[in-house]
């Protein structure tokens, strides 16, 4: 088994895919799972992961992503929308979650739920966004990781309108935004980017030891 090491190398941002292969039910259960266990600020998950395989709505998504081809190309796009605010519900039915997953009684878990309130009610609407669109770049990451380790090509894409894809998706009805974009699929042939040495910093130039 390659090493998570190997498997960072390995991985690379893909340009182009075959839209002739399509990703198995079985990996897009999986990718979905590496997405589920990703860690998140207080464990809240405060995103939603749009999986679209749907070849019209891809192609309906390219023009605003840039124009890029991988968007109807690859086999499928996990799309991260974080949420634009939180309700008592959202933390209500959090307390309940954490409470049956840990074997707890609600009122065991309440003062966790108080210290959360405590700090998200103070964050403007701006500041949410904000700490709630980072959570989802930790799933991103995972998904490339997951990927690359079930033999699929992935590339992570910010190239997007978000606010066309707030529109097409309609999102903004369900309380969401776009984030980030997963693509994963299968590179063809003569992919260019595949034949490309990794750019990365030194380990100098990256970390500083004090
Ligand atoms: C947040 C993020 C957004 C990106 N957006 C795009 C994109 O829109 N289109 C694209 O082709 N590559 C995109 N990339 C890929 C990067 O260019 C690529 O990851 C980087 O050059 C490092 O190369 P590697 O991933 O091949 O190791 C994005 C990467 C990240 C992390």
Redesign the pocket.
């Known amino acids: 088994m390659m090493s998570l090491i190997d498997l960072m190398n390995t991985?690379?941002?893909c340009?182009k895919y075959d839209p002739s292969k399509k990703v198995s039910d079985q990996d897009i259960a999986y990718l979905m799972e590496s997405i589920r266990l990703a860690p998140t600020s207080f464990g809240l998950q405060a995103f939603k992961v749009l999986v679209i395989g749907n070849d019209a709505l891809k192609k309906q998504l390219r023009p605003v992503?840039?124009n890029?081809s991988?968007i109807e190309d690859a086999s499928h796009l996990f799309v991260f929308c974080h949420y634009t605010g939180y309700t008592e519900e959202t933390l209500q039915k959090y307390a309940e979650l954490r409470a049956s997953a840990q074997g707890k009684k609600p009122e065991d878990v309440l003062p966790y739920i108080q210290y959360i309130r405590n700090t998200i009610s103070k964050y403007s609407a701006e500041q949410f966004n904000f700490w709630a669109a980072k959570q989802t770049?930790i799933a991103?990451g995972n998904v490339?990781l997951a990927a690359a380790e079930r033999g699929l090509d992935a590339?992570?894409?910010?190239?997007?309108d978000k606010v066309e894809y707030d529109t097409l998706l309609n999102l903004r009805d369900k309380g969401l935004a776009s984030a980030?974009?997963a693509v994963v699929g299968y590179r063809t042939k003569d992919e260019y980017?595949q034949f490309?040495k990794?750019?990365?910093k030194s380990k100098e130039d990256l970390f500083e030891f004090l």
């Open positions: 991985r690379y941002a340009k992503s840039w890029q991988i770049y991103l490339l590339t992570p894409v910010e190239g997007f980030v974009v980017n490309n990794k750019v990365r």
